[in-house]
């Protein structure tokens, strides 16, 4: 008897399902952007230089845990690869002089931007429409604010690290976006567990 | 090798285009690596049947096991060696090809 190509794909959206290969990403990011937008970037409770590879590493521990429970690997997802570059690029923009061309909004524009890009790679290793959107998203969104916020002043965020109102649009965008990504992860969730 | 006029139902492999076994390398694909259990309930198979499939597959060098304990439970570990990602991917590959055949006979 042939295996048809529906059942091919069947096992394959069936492993995925069990890693949660779809919905993890979006919730833990979701909540990563959430976070940052809320507290606006700052460094509670953990600063965004450690908190966006910091997701990452978690991603990673995550699949890692289904992995001994469940006996499903974690595939093709190089989350800690993908930490290392987020860890690297965000730390990279806190250096002179890259620090002294940006303000805060603009960091925090490039920061989204970085994670985006690290998502967009994790996407393509395993071919995820719904994931290379949104990290596609990200990068735009990212882009954004970075280009239309280079007018933006912040006081003291050189000298003594007063932060921006939580008002402003930007965060008010990102934690929005995060908002979104979590919501669309835990449907995602629903639908993967539906499926094993 | 093949050549150009050749069907491509003649490039299937055999030691990999059983469907239990091709069911096997999808999952290890897709997975990195999976372990007895989780292959036995996502392909419908008993114990002896992928036991059997698993070790053909390795003997063919296309699956690598790692049996040990976790405790006191003893866990199989299968994962693709290089030689069986590249004989999944050719196998995929003449599938495809067939496919193509096939609707462009039905087309004309």
Known sequence: MEMSTEQLVGLRARVRATQHARSMPLIVIGALLLNYGITSFGAHPVAWRYGAPLAFVLLWGLAKVIEANVGVGTGRFDYLIAAGFVFTAVNALMLRPFSSWFNLYQLEGLWVVIVGVALFALALTTHDRVLTLVALVLVIVGAVIAVTT????????????????????????????????????????????EQL | MTTGNEHPAAEFDDAVHHPNRLGILIVLHEAGRADFTFLKQALGLTDGNLGRHLTALETGGLVSLNKGYEGRRPRTWAQLTPKGRRALQAELDAMRRLLNRVDGSAGS
């Open chain 1, 150 to 193: 280079h007018r933006y002043y912040v006081a003291g965020f050189y000298r003594g690290g007063a932060l921006p109102s939580p008002n402003e649009w930007p965060n008010q965008l990102i934690s929005g976006i995060g908002v979104g990504l979590a919501v669309l992860g835990l449907a995602y969730y629903g639908r993967e567990r």
